[in-house]
C-alpha cells in the first residue's frame, strides 16, 4: 500500500492511499460509513490492518477518489511526534566527512519545522552557506517500541519512504552538537508517500540516488549501512520510547558536496532530486 497525506479542510493534511483510479480520500470514506476519522493523526499498524480491509472490499464508489492533479500532496509524515536522525551510517560517507567511523549509532534529531509539502521549493533562509543534500531511507514506526531487539525490530516498522536530509555545514560545525545545521525551515522533503512494510521486508537490498541538476551526485545500496534498520531501531527503543508516526533517517552514503575536494555548495536555482528504489522519489528547487 501507498499512503500519502493531502491537503483538505484548509489546508489540513488528511490520509489517502495512492490506487490505480486516484487517492482514496480515507476520511471522506469513514464519514459517509458514520466512522472516526484519521486526520493528522499517525496512522498505526491496527490501522493499517482496518485500511487494508477497507481496499478489499468491492463498494468503494468512485465519488471517494480524487484526482492526484487536482490536490496538493503534503508531507507523507505530516505530525511525528520524533524525527530522529542517524549520522554517519555508511562507511565510505564517514570517510569522506573525515570523521571515525562509528563503532554506535551517531544520533541527532530534526524537528517537524523541517517538513514541506511534496516537491515544494526549499528556502534556504538568511542564515548559512554551505548548503548540502543526503539521500535517505526513511523509516515510519507504527507500532510502540520499547526495549525490542532486532529480531523483533520490523515488526514495528508501518513503511518507508524517501527523504533528503538537507543540511547547512557551517552551522551544522560551528559547535560539536550538530542541531542547527540540520533543523532550518524546510530542510526535509520526503517522498510522495509511505510504501508499507509489507510490500518491502527487506530494507536492506534497496538502492538509493541523488542527483543536483541533472548530474548523478551519489548511487549507493542500504545493504552497505554500517547499522541496519533493525539494529537502529533496537538501539533507540533502548534509549527511549518509538512511538507511531515517530520519523528514523537512516544515514546517507558518499558523495555529498562536504566530501568533495572544490565545494560548490547548493545555492538558489539549484535542482536536487533524491530516489530510492521501490520508494519513489522527491525533486525540490533551491529558492532564496
Not at 464519514?31 to 493523526?41: E, I, S, T
Request: proline letters at 5%.
Amino acid at each position: 500500500m501507498k499512503l500519502l497525506y493531502f491537503l483538505k479542510n484548509g489546508n489540513q493534511p488528511a490520509p489517502g492511499i495512492l490506487c490505480d483510479n486516484g487517492i482514496l480520500d480515507i476520511d471522506a470514506l469513514q464519514v459517509a460509513n458514520a466512522q472516526p476519522v484519521f486526520g493528522d493523526k499517525p496512522i498505526d499498524l491496527n490501522g493499517l490492518a482496518y485500511l487494508n480491509n477497507l481496499l478489499s472490499s468491492d463498494s468503494i464508489d468512485s465519488k471517494f477518489y480524487l484526482d492526484e492533479s487536482a490536490v496538493t500532496i503534503a508531507s507523507c509524515c505530516p505530525n511525528p511526534s520524533k524525527i530522529i536522525c542517524i549520522g554517519l551510517n555508511y562507511r565510505k560517507h564517514a570517510i569522506e566527512s573525515n570523521m571515525p567511523i562509528p563503532t554506535h549509532p551517531v544520533v541527532f534529531n530534526k524537528f517537524s519545522n523541517t517538513l514541506i509539502n511534496y516537491q515544494q521549493d526549499v528556502s534556504l533562509g538568511k542564515v548559512g552557506e554551505q548548503f548540502d543534500y543526503e539521500v535517505e531511507l526513511g523509516v515510519i514506526i507504527g507500532k510502540t517500541a520499547k526495549n525490542i531487539t532486532k529480531e523483533n525490530a520490523l515488526s514495528h516498522v508501518l513503511g518507508y519512504c524517501v527523504s533528503n536530509d538537507l543540511s547547512c555545514r557551517d552551522l551544522q560545525f560551528r559547535s560539536s552538537q550538530w542541531l542547527l545545521g540540520k533543523s532550518l525551515d524546510q530542510f526535509l522533503p520526503l517522498g510522495k508517500y509511505i510504501v508499507t512494510a509489507d510490500e518491502l521486508p527487506d530494507p536492506q537490498v534497496l538502492d538509493l540516488k541523488c542527483w543536483m541538476n541533472g548530474e548523478l551526485r551519489q548511487h549507493s545500496n542500504t545493504a552497505d549501512m554500517i547499522f541496519s534498520v533493525a539494529e537502529i531501531i533496537e538501539d533507540l527503543s533502548n534509549h527511549f520510547t518509538l512511538l507511531p508516526g515517530d520519523l528514523i533517517l537512516t544515514g546517507t552514503p558518499f558523495g555529498v558536496i562536504l566530501g568533495m575536494q572544490e565545494k560548490n555548495w547548493m545555492k538558489p536555482g539549484d535542482v536536487v532530486r533524491v530516489e530510492i528504489e521501490q520508494l519513489g522519489f522527491t525533486e525540490n528547487t533551491m529558492v532564496q
